[in-house]
């Protein structure tokens, strides 16, 4: 599938700070099942871009504007070519080993009520990964999915106290799941075209890794696996590591298109 995208950031400035330094991430890579057919980041006033690496293994871009000025808009556009592989990521870039996204965090923290609903889901089921995609598809029938709503900042006991729920807090709540059935689990960030559509609005989803197979991509908003309609972008531990710009405090931000 070739999936077009255009994704618009607007920042405003703090007053009194006359200097923005942010890491974007932004950027797709290559691996088996996606490529790169063009890509670019433009910014609409005289700034500074620097291309590196976190240490997720995510492309960044690093971005220094000098002057202040009322706005900064960043846009993203480019094109992509995927493939079906029904979630598994194979040839990508990985700089950790896989116990490590057992960890939880602030907003991934490990809890009571996920944890048995987690058990609950996997029950009956033969090996992780049936069990992965039963917690997929028990977290796409228990919320309603606020698709077009930005997250409210809830971690993830929080949001699965709720009844409608944002992809970003399906994916927090699905690494916490995972995570309890002693199953690695990441965050990730990227874009999807959704209804046939061919053009990407921004999103988030999660990956677990199977012993054997390696990272699978469970998307709870759909209930199913990524296929060819996603566009992968950063991988982390929770969102925070995910998110498409960080970095010093510089105002408020507006994402077009944001469905996390």
């Known amino acids: ?14 007053p009194g700070r006359p200097t923005m330094v942010q890491m974007l991430r932004l950027t797709p890579e290559n691996f088996d099942d996606q ?3 063009h890509w670019r980041i433009d910014v609409d ?3 500074r871009l620097r291309r590196g690496q976190d240490g997720f293994g995510n492309a ?3 971005l220094y504007v000098e002057g202040a000025p009322e706005t900064v808009t960043i846009t ?7 493939s079906d592989a029904h ?3 194979h040839g990508a870039t990985e700089t950790l080993p896989p116990a490590l996204f057992l960890r939880s965090t602030p ?3 490990g809890d009571a009520a996920i944890t048995a609903f987690a058990a609950q889901a996997a029950l009956g089921t033969e090996g992780p990964l049936a069990a992965l995609h039963a ?4 977290l796409h029938r228990r919320f309603t999915i606020a698709r077009d709503v930005p997250a409210k900042g809830l971690d993830a006991a929080q949001a699965f106290a709720e009844e409608t729920a944002s992809p970003c807090d399906l994916a927090h709540i699905f690494c916490v799941g995972a995570r309890s059935l002693g199953i690695p689990a990441r965050y990730v960030s990227g874009f999807a075209a959704w209804d046939g559509e061919t053009r990407g609005q921004a999103h988030c989803w999660a990956e677990a890794h199977v012993e054997g197979l390696g990272w699978i991509g469970f998307d709870p908003s759909t209930g199913f696996s990524p296929q060819d309609a996603h566009v992968r972008v950063a991988v982390a531990l929770d969102a925070t590591g995910a998110a498409a710009v960080a970095g010093e405090p510089w105002g408020q931000a507006k994402a077009s298109g944001e469905d996390q």
Do not use: F, K, S
Not at 1 to 14: D, K, L, S, Y
Not at 76 to 82: D, P, R, W, Y
């Open 1 to 14: 599938m070739r999936i077009a995208i255009e994704h618009q950031i607007v920042h405003r400035p703090n």
């Open 35 to 37: 490529t790169v057919a």
């Open 45 to 47: 006033c005289d700034a």
């Open 60 to 62: 960044v871009t690093m």
């Open 76 to 82: 993203a556009t480019g094109e992509v070519l995927t």
């Open 87 to 89: 979630g598994l990521i």
């Open 107 to 109: 907003v991934t923290p």
């Open 135 to 138: 917690l997929n598809l028990a």
